[in-house]
């Protein structure tokens, strides 16, 4: 008779803990999910980031040279030129 109260103890609790166990590998799918979306969110935030500040240098760059600092503008391209002359030279050596 002991025995089989044991047995059948034994059996109610592996009964709740494979119910835990799949309430458990849910809960954990569910989570796997979750950080896919949040870390797919994160690449995007980052792109989005890059984008804005590429946009920020720009506007900075036409609004300096709207604003009549042209001077500015014109040195960094001649340096540019330069630069690009001599790599020129270079290639054709």
Do not use: H, P, W
């Amino acid at each position: 008779m002991e025995l089989k109260f044991l047995c059948s103890s034994l059996e109610v609790e592996v009964l709740r803990l494979a119910k835990a166990y799949q309430r458990e590998k849910k809960e954990n799918a569910a989570l796997k999910t979750r950080n896919k979306e949040l870390r797919e969110e994160v690449v995007k935030l980052k792109e989005e980031k890059k984008m804005q500040s590429d946009q920020i240098v720009k506007q900075k760059l036409s609004e300096r040279a709207a604003a009549g600092n042209n001077t500015d503008v014109k040195r960094k391209i001649n340096e540019l030129v330069r630069e690009i002359d001599r790599c020129i030279g270079l290639l054709n050596d």
